[in-house]
């Protein structure tokens, strides 16, 4: 098979993976080739509206295990194709240099052992700093049962490491993934993070200390596959926020790939509930909400109809409208509608004015929702105290949208009676 | 009442508004060309660069008002929009008598338009990083082709000087018949006139190259997620003409 063929394949069979970030980590182009910016950069989009940034690809798509949420595993029958690692090293310059991609995310299936497999991933690593002197962003996967001492390796050469979580409880991964086991993956999440945390002080300490996954590590896990609740799934995500350090956890709306027994059968990927627990780990990482805050035992699953933030302003209306002049930062985060951009305007720009609701509509804060849960300068703009059953029904109620409509020459020309009506001109 | 004239550079732009700021005289209109109807009892004023002048104004705008604010009017400067050079004008004014606080006032009238002027021309830049595709036309020669709203390349430039400082390339403005040219040896780029008078040859390799990334590209999309709205909101088509796997 011809480099184009394999790498067609090897690219379908990576795109199930959802992390594409590129940011967190800078590094300027001494030598070498290549920099890191800390914003990260997209190059492209797919027609499924998702960014491409980097170069994500398997190793190779042959693997041992028969995880049946997967399209690569044993039993499936689709075509295999491997890469070697000065392939793929050849490839990423090669992309690189025309500003295709940011760098490079390798993943693999696993071959003959953990262990081989992972020393496979990390000698492509090696090959691009070492041999081409790359300066871009790598993302290696763990794999899953690797030696501790490998996985400390790939981190020296990665920028992020990753290990999939893939399902949120420990019976799911049993009956769906039965040559994987939980313990196998959260254990090496727990060295990476210890690594990470301990390349850090060292480099407070010396600025030559070597550097060990700077832009940290995160997982993925398959939604919609087995029968977990959001809350479980937001509960686990925040354990990995607050116990481990994790940089991102990916939610990723399960797609039939096969079909075994286990597996339910849905009408789709469950796309709004993807959409809806983002939202939820957003506002676990950057509003300061607790997950017991979102979700709770009485209500464990996410609303589809309104976001998070709303569904919890509606439990607590009591707290609202809170004050524009005068509510602290973090308060403001929790109006629905205001995001940490628009928080962080208002702050500065009310140092300097009293803001009104046109004030805020200038400074580009979208009053569609926060309208509902604001006074500026004392005023509301709802004169009425609306309970949550109208204030749900206003906020998940389709935007107005003008119908267009073919206008005639002569339409209006004799008086359109509701203008006169309106003018008084009868 | 009086027009400016400037010669179309930052510089130039300055000096006016230095020139401006100590004369009382009202300005009624800064631009590079006279305007279309002249008042009947304006004057035109041809002002010529002056480094500086240009420098020191810039300076004295660090200190009394802050860097960023002299980066707001570069950026905005750079968005060639009409009517610009009063905008900035206005907003300088304010700034002498603001200070510090100047780009605190998000909501002021005579600072909102330039902060969303500078805003979406630092928001092309940066899109634009990533939609710059090279193409290898010599062995180790890169060159890439765009054609951005606004004047954008300089902004570019240095991001690119650092990432590819052992290249030889060229990023060239196509509709402004302009380019930043980087030479791998000499490190470091200038921004020169450019005209393209036929179509860059490429090579096999870059052939090759390209017909991977495409194939890599159509791969990539899962079908079940079929979603060409969102992506033209993410890669609008005035940008696809120069993008290899459109």
């Not at chain 1, 210890?194 to 480099?203: F, Y």
Request: glycine share 8%.
């Amino acid at each position: 098979m011809d480099l184009e063929e394999r790498l067609g394949i090897l690219a379908e069979n990576a795109k199930y993976d959802v992390s594409c970030a590129s940011s967190g980590s800078r590094r300027e182009g001494r030598d070498g080739i290549g920099n890191a910016a800390s914003c990260g950069i997209c190059h492209s989009w797919t027609s499924d509206g998702r960014c491409v940034s980097l170069l994500k690809i398997l190793l190779t798509n042959a693997c041992i295990y028969d995880c049946s949420y997967c399209i690569n595993r044993r039993s499936n029958d689709v075509p295999r194709a491997a890469l070697t690692p000065e392939e793929v090293a050849e490839l990423t310059i090669g992309f690189y240099r025309r500003n295709y991609i940011e760098g490079l995310f390798l993943s693999t299936g696993v071959v003959r052992g953990p262990d081989h497999t992972m020393e496979l991933l990390i000698r492509a690593a090696r090959l691009l700093r070492e041999t081409h002197r790359f300066n871009g962003y790598i993302h290696l996967k763990l794999v899953p049962g690797a030696d501790p001492l490998l996985v400390e390796q790939a981190g020296r050469y990665a920028d992020r490491v990753s290990m999939n979580i893939e399902l949120p409880t420990r019976e799911s991964l049993k009956l769906l993934a039965p040559d994987k086991n939980r313990d196998a993956i959260v254990g090496p999440m727990r060295t990476v993070s210890g690594l990470i945390t301990r390349s850090r002080e060292e480099r407070r300490v010396s600025r030559k200390a070597p550097l060990f996954a700077p832009a940290g590590q995160s997982t993925q896990l398959i939604v919609g596959a087995t029968p977990e609740s959001d809350l479980q799934i937001i509960r686990l995500a925040e354990g990995f926020y607050n116990r481990l350090a994790m940089k991102r956890v990916y939610y990723s709306a399960f797609i039939p790939v096969g079909d075994s027994r286990h597996l339910p059968a849905l009408p789709g990927p469950p796309l709004l509930r993807e959409h809806r627990l983002y939202q939820a780990d957003w506002l676990l990482r950057y509003y300061g909400f607790a997950a017991h805050e979102v979700l709770d035992e009485a209500r464990p699953d996410l609303d589809l109809a309104v976001d998070p933030k709303c569904g919890w302003a509606l439990r607590h209306l009591h707290l609202f409208p809170v004050e524009v002049n005068r509510a602290a930062y973090e308060v403001l985060l929790r109006v629905p509608g205001i995001g940490v951009r628009s928080a962080k305007r208002i702050v500065r720009a009310r140092r300097q004015q009293h803001l009104s609701f046109d004030d805020l509509a200038k400074l580009g804060v979208v009053l569609k929702r926060a309208r509902f849960f604001l006074t500026a300068r004392g005023k509301r703009l709802e004169t009425l105290d609306l309970g949550e059953s109208v204030l749900r029904a206003l906020l998940t109620a389709p935007a107005p949208r003008p119908k267009a409509r073919q206008l005639s020459l002569f339409d209006g020309v004799g008086g359109d009676e509701s203008v006169s009506v309106l003018t008084g001109e009868l | 009442m009086t027009s400016y004239l400037y010669d179309g550079t930052f510089a130039g732009l300055l000096t006016v508004l230095a020139l401006v700021r100590e004369g009382g005289e009202e300005t009624t209109s800064i631009g590079t060309a006279p305007p279309a109807q002249a008042g009947l009892f304006a004057a035109t004023v041809r002002v010529e660069a002056d480094a500086e002048d240009a420098e020191r104004l810039l300076d004295e705008i660090g200190r009394r008002m802050s860097p960023a604010t002299a980066a707001h009017l570069y950026h905005a400067f750079l968005s060639e929009t009409e009517g610009a050079e009063m905008l900035l004008h206005h907003y300088l004014r304010l700034g002498w008598q603001e200070g510090r606080c100047l780009d605190s006032l998000l909501s002021h009238p005579s600072v909102l338009p330039v902060h969303r002027l500078a805003h979406r021309v630092r928001f092309e830049a940066h899109r634009l990083k990533g939609f710059v595709r090279f193409r290898e036309v010599r062995e180790g020669f890169y060159y890439a082709p765009l054609e951005p709203d606004y004047r954008v390349l300089t902004l570019m430039a240095p991001h690119f000087a650092d990432r590819f400082h052992d290249q030889d390339w060229v990023i060239h403005d196509v509709r402004r018949n302009r380019a930043i040219v980087h030479g791998a040896r000499r490190k470091g780029w200038e921004e020169v006139a450019l005209e393209l008078t036929g179509s860059p040859v490429t090579g096999g390799r870059e052939e090759w190259f390209q017909s991977l990334w495409r194939r890599y590209f159509d791969r990539l999309a899962i079908a079940e997620r079929h979603n060409p709205r969102l992506q033209q909101g993410k890669v609008p088509l005035k940008y696809r003409r120069y993008l290899v796997e459109f």
